[in-house]
């Protein structure tokens, strides 16, 4: 081994450990629950909590809506803008990018004071209103990620030829997006679902503020009030994530008609 | 009234005209092929023909139904594009089928019109595969058989062979040429190839600024060109300088040697005019027509089956001739002295 090698190792060898260190110490000791013995128990203890079930189930549920929502508002949104109107394409960019420079804590706030009991639409004062709220809060955190890879995934096909050829064909605007335009870009909508995913899961800051048991204020009242569980439920949260990590590379590499392959 | 009539089409994008008042005719099962340099129109006209582009005045009927205002989907119009546009995502049964479905078809039939026409375009083992495993010119060939499958009323090609290499773009050619004469399907036909709009067309419209500089057969667009665009444009020509000598009877005096035109000239007396001549009329030698100009040969270029020749004339200028290459023939030699004959029936008068 060179002494350049060297030194490349060791960078990444200092950058690995300073990721996982903190991982393999939370790891540690979510299992040491049972004194003296190393154990699973903080995650049966978790897993069979009911209101773990409860709010995670919520959460999941609330994620695939919100993925459910923002393919339906990001795919047409960002064909037509690609295919109509490339002059709003910047402005669009700028929108989407919003909620990552304004904090989620300022949305909610704006949703309380205008959709409050006192207001015309009482949204907060029902429990559908505050959930469609909470899903429309969920779909504006996920624009960025959702719109940035369906507006990729766009680019590397010829939408405009794509589009008058299924026109030429007899097909209305419906189909093409259903039939033409969505498969694809399929794989970049998966990508933005599954982040969108990993973001609604945990999110804290606006199921805490609309007063809504999900996994994320859960996770945060555990953490305040037990030991080990914490811990168990951490690992458990980072799991899911990269999970989702591991299923946008695994979709994106064997989908079965990838232009990658050409 | 003809099966598709283009009247009067004109298309502005902002203060830009780039078709002005454009009017056609297209019989049923005529190939019509536009013919012109980018940015002609050619390509606007057709897309306001297929229902793409809404034209800023004028009108398209198809079989007498004014189409003007239907959109594209409902035009029945099959399309072709230079790009094929094949849909990534499905096989190419399913492509070629794509426009059966939308029309509500049951399953048996599309899968009997689909094997048809992949019959057709003689590739019915691919059908299994997606676009990315065919080569450029089998997409092509999809790509016209999913066009053809919902039986449109008028195809539209657009370049559709600019995109392949060249023994392939000869072969697609003529097969293009044989289906469309085997299912008699009016057709226009958008290139920039000379070659191809000749050999393949019925009718050639030369386009030149948006306008139809003209309208004719091949044969008469490449050997009566209307204006000095299509001459230059169609096909290779020499432009050669001559002086009027008397317009009604059309004597002229070329290079200086005194010549009668079959017409009357346009212009006056002493006034200078540009005649057109192609390459393929001259002969090297006397014995190719009553014109015999004395000269020296400039440059040869061996084409294989041709050999273009360039004449520097002792009157000034140069002309340009083809000669058939001879293998017990070597090809003439640079600065020999040389004549050259040409008929003055094949000299052409150029409005301006």
């Known amino acids: 081994m060179t002494g350049r090698q060297l030194w490349s190792w060791l960078a990444v060898a200092l950058g690995g450990l300073y990721f996982l260190l903190p991982l393999v110490g939370m790891f540690d000791f979510s299992m040491r629950m049972q004194r003296g013995v190393y154990s699973f128990q903080a995650y049966r203890v978790v897993l069979a909590d009911p209101q773990f079930q409860q709010t995670f189930g919520y959460s999941v549920a609330l994620a695939l809506l919100t993925i459910i929502l923002g393919i339906l508002l990001v795919v047409p949104t960002a064909y037509f803008v690609r295919l109509r109107f490339p002059g709003l394409r910047p402005a669009i960019e700028f929108i989407t990018l919003l909620p990552l420079v304004i904090p989620p804590i300022v949305i909610v706030f704006g949703y309380i004071r205008i959709y409050n009991t006192s207001s015309v639409l009482p949204l907060t004062g029902s429990w559908w209103g505050t959930n469609i709220l909470l899903l429309c809060g969920y779909a504006v955190l996920s624009l960025p990620y959702m719109y940035r890879s369906v507006d990729t995934g766009l680019r590397t096909i010829d939408i405009a030829s794509l589009t008058e050829a299924a026109q030429s064909l007899g097909a209305g605007w419906a189909r093409i997006l259903a039939v033409v335009i969505l498969p694809n870009v399929f794989v970049s909508v998966l990508s933005g679902a599954f982040l969108t995913f990993a973001i609604v899961i945990g999110e804290y800051v606006f199921a805490a503020l609309l007063n809504v048991n999900s996994f994320g204020p859960y996770m945060v009242w555990m953490g305040g009030n037990r030991a080990y569980e914490p811990s168990a439920l951490a690992v458990v949260a980072f799991a899911i994530t990269w999970a989702c990590m591991g299923l946008i590379q695994l979709f994106t590499r064997f989908s079965k008609f990838s232009t990658a392959r050409r | ?352």
Do not use: W
């Not at chain 2, 092509?140 to 773009?169: F, G, H, N, T, Y």
């Not at chain 2, 002309?319 to 029936?345: C, K």
């Open chain 2, 1 to 352: 009234m003809s099966f598709l009539d283009i009247r009067h089409l004109q298309k502005s994008f902002g203060a830009h005209r780039v078709v002005k008042d454009f009017t056609l005719g297209i019989d049923k099962g005529e190939f019509v092929s536009f013919l012109g340099p980018s940015g002609c129109g050619k390509t606007t006209v057709l897309r306001m023909v297929g229902g793409f582009e809404a034209p800023t005045s004028g009108a398209v009927s198809i079989d007498g139904r004014d189409v003007t205002a239907l959109p594209a989907n409902r035009r029945k119009i099959g399309m072709v594009f230079q790009s094929y546009a094949l849909f990534p995502n499905l096989t190419v049964a399913e492509n070629v089928g794509f426009g059966l479905k939308v029309a509500g078809q049951g399953k048996a039939e599309i899968a009997r019109r689909v094997a048809e026409m992949l019959e057709l375009i003689g590739l019915p083992q691919l059908g299994s595969r997606y676009p990315f495993q065919l080569s450029g010119g089998q997409q092509q060939r999809v790509a016209l058989a999913r066009a053809l499958a919902p039986r449109p009323e008028v195809l539209l090609l657009d370049e559709p062979l600019s995109a392949l290499d060249a023994k392939i773009r000869v072969s697609l050619r003529d097969e293009i040429r044989r289906i469309q004469r085997d299912l008699g399907i009016t057709t226009i036909f958008v290139t920039h190839d000379q070659e191809e709009a000749l050999s393949m067309s019925d009718r050639v419209v030369v386009m030149h600024q948006g306008v139809a500089d003209q309208i004719g057969t091949p044969f008469e667009i490449y050997n009566r060109p209307a204006t000095r665009f299509v001459a230059e444009f169609v096909g290779t020509l020499n432009l050669i300088d001559a002086d009027l000598v008397d317009a009604a009877a059309g004597h002229i005096r070329l290079a200086g040697v005194p010549v009668t035109l079959d017409r009357a000239s346009p212009g006056r007396a002493g006034e200078r005019i540009s005649l057109a001549l192609r390459p393929e009329t001259v002969t090297l030698g006397r014995g190719g027509g009553d014109i015999v100009l004395p000269g020296r040969i400039a440059e040869v270029h061996f084409l294989g089956p041709v050999i273009r020749v360039r004449v520097s004339v002792e009157g000034g200028g140069s002309i340009a001739l083809d000669t058939f290459n001879q293998a017990d023939r070597l090809p003439p030699l640079i600065g020999a002295p040389v004549d050259i004959s040409m008929s003055h029936r094949d000299l052409l008068v150029l409005a301006a």
